[in-house]
């Protein structure tokens, strides 16, 4: 049977474009016969930071007056613990607390504020370093109240840390104030009685409100809908794909597939949220903001949190179809093309923005098969050339469309020192983030994840099954005596001496329960010996193209090989993990 014909595109991009420019190849790709291209890009978002703020509040905070000479101030409180009262409306200093010498100086007990008296006792005061008040300072009466982010009146706030001066005290204050550290002796002078108290207090403190800000990220992301060929008659189903690259990173980007996507479109600009609350050298992956100004970092808050405001920034966001209480998308399946590198005294073990990665695709409305390298030339030990397949299979059962997609990529090395990760990061045993569907859920690395088995169970492991000679186990146990003969010899493996061709085998899927479900659409497994990357191998199908024309021959496919070296792929968990690899359909003609 002729394989479905292809679009084939290969390029390079710089690491930190190659997910986009591969999403744009796919569906832009001219597909043979005039075929209308059904892969679209539903979002493409090149990541995207804004600040979202929390409501705190900290006791015992000191007040502070910040003045015109642009020196701030303590805030003082006068006390209340009054036990007598004045004489005359007024509170008199003496020399001291049992002789009856005044001095001249009075301490009113209420001041006229806005045209009205207030008392003296429990006001906030201040005072400022002025050389025309006495000893050099005068004192002011001043409330805790607050300018609007916007301009505009103050307003009494006792939670913020701002005080506006309502009214200047008086020359006496400005002297009784300065004694003693604002805890002076006043006395009240009535007939021969003498009582004292004290008229000053201590530090303003307070309970103050404030903002901590937290950073938000959207990794730059790309999500592709593939509407795959069915049987005329069938209907047709919508996948959704996910592209991601995690901040910073340019080893990998991840690939998911999941059901019911639904962008959050994104409005407003994120810059918003940040510009004037926080330091711009604290905003990007992997900050802390600090905030530098709290009534902004509040009005952001406000605004955050009012559904009905208008212009306010809307974050990007996916959300999936739900089942119960999983979002219906599969776990994160790593695409690697470069690895961090070991030598010590490199300073950036890992790959720059900047560092060109090669990609070579073969494209169907069905399915698209990937297959990536990183650039050699920055560390020969630090490359990968990874395949990847995203899409449908062609099933062995007619009906079997619905939940015919699946996912697979290559991953590196699973060391932390080369990819970040381990193999407990990618284990449903040890990581919860890959047993989502139970203990069978796919990685999407080692094995091909599949969005539905024929009983709807979701995202579970189906394996490679290729005919194959017996390959050389190094390294893993002793081969048995029996079948040591069929082990090839490294360099003695070529085309076939009877039919001088190199035969290879589709690439069946395997599940444990279920059994054969079908094979990877324009994909054979074909052992590497005494071929060369890139090779092309041509197919004569001896299939005519017109049964009743024999003269305009038979269809040929050309498939391209390559030497797919990630420590970590779906043929790695096969029966040939070490010398069989993959030939990718590139024509049909």
Not at 333 to 351: D, E, I
């Amino acid at each position: 049977m002729v394989s479905n014909k292809v679009n084939w595109t290969e390029g390079e991009a710089l690491a930190k474009d190659v997910m986009f420019d591969i999403a744009n190849a796919i569906v832009e790709a001219d597909l043979p016969d005039g075929q209308v291209n059904r892969w679209k890009q539903v979002m493409n978002n090149r990541g995207d930071s804004w600040v979202t703020y929390t409501k705190q509040t900290r006791a015992s905070v000191a007040g502070r007056y910040k003045h015109t000479d642009g020196v701030t101030y303590p805030v003082y409180k006068i006390a209340t613990n009054r036990s007598v009262s004045p004489v005359n409306g007024k509170y008199v200093e003496t020399t001291g607390t049992s002789a009856n010498i005044p001095t001249g100086r009075t301490a009113p007990a209420n001041l006229t504020i806005k045209g009205q008296q207030v008392p003296v006792l429990g006001m906030l005061v201040v005072l400022v370093n002025d050389a025309a008040g006495a000893s050099g300072k005068k004192a002011y009466a001043v409330e805790q109240s607050r300018v609007p982010v916007d301009g505009g009146e103050p307003f009494v706030d006792p939670a913020w840390n701002e005080f506006h001066i309502l009214v200047e005290m008086g020359t006496d204050w400005d002297y009784i104030l300065t004694q003693n550290g604002m805890k002076i002796v006043v006395g009240s002078y009535y007939a021969a009685d003498w009582n004292s108290i004290t008229l000053g207090g201590d530090a303003y403190t307070f309970t103050e409100t404030y903002y901590t800000a937290t950073l938000n990220y959207m990794d730059p992301t790309i999500v592709l809908k593939s509407t795959p060929d069915v049987p005329e008659g069938m209907y047709s189903s919508d996948f959704y794909v996910m592209l991601r690259q995690p901040a910073g990173q340019y080893n990998y980007f991840d690939v998911y597939q999941g059901e019911g996507f639904v962008e959050v479109v994104t409005t407003g600009s994120s810059k918003t949220t940040y510009e004037k609350a926080c330091d711009l050298a604290t905003v990007g992956p992997g900050l802390t903001p600090v905030v530098i100004n709290q009534k902004e970092a509040e009005k952001q808050f406000l605004i955050w949190n009012d559904p009905s405001a208008s212009g306010k920034y809307v974050a990007p966001d996916v959300t999936w179809k739900m089942d119960g209480a999983l979002a219906v998308i599969s776990p994160a399946a790593h695409f690697f093309y470069g690895a961090n590198s070991t030598v010590p005294w490199l300073q950036n073990k890992r790959r720059r923005a900047d560092y060109w990665v090669s990609y070579s695709l073969s494209i169907s409305n069905s399915r698209v098969a990937i297959v990536l390298e990183g650039d050699p030339a920055p560390d020969m030990d630090g490359y990968y050339r990874s395949f990847g397949y995203i899409g449908k299979i062609i099933p062995f059962a007619d009906y079997d469309h619905t939940g015919n997609f699946g996912i697979t990529t290559g991953m590196g090395e699973l060391k932390k020192e080369r990819s970040d990760m381990t193999a407990a990061d990618i284990n449903p045993s040890t990581n919860a983030k890959y047993s989502g569907y139970g203990r069978y859920t796919s990685n999407g690395m080692t094995s091909i994840s599949m969005l539905r088995t024929r009983s709807a169970v979701m995202f579970q492991s189906y394996y490679p099954a290729f005919i194959t000679q017996l390959p050389d186990y190094s390294g893993i146990g002793t081969i048995p005596a029996e079948l040591s003969n069929l082990v090839l010899e490294s360099d003695g493996f070529q085309a076939s001496s009877w039919t001088e061709r190199y035969h290879a085998s589709p690439v069946y899927l395997v599940h444990q329960y279920e059994g054969y479900r079908g094979y990877l659409d324009g994909i054979v497994a074909i052992s590497d010996h005494n071929l060369i990357n890139q090779d092309e191998l041509v197919v004569d199908t001896e299939e005519l193209k017109d049964p009743n024309d024999p003269s305009k021959g038979t269809w040929t496919e050309v498939y391209k090989f390559f030497k797919i070296n990630t420590p970590v792929s779906l043929f790695k968990i096969s029966a040939n993990p070490t010398k069989c690899t993959v030939a990718v359909l590139k024509e049909v003609k």
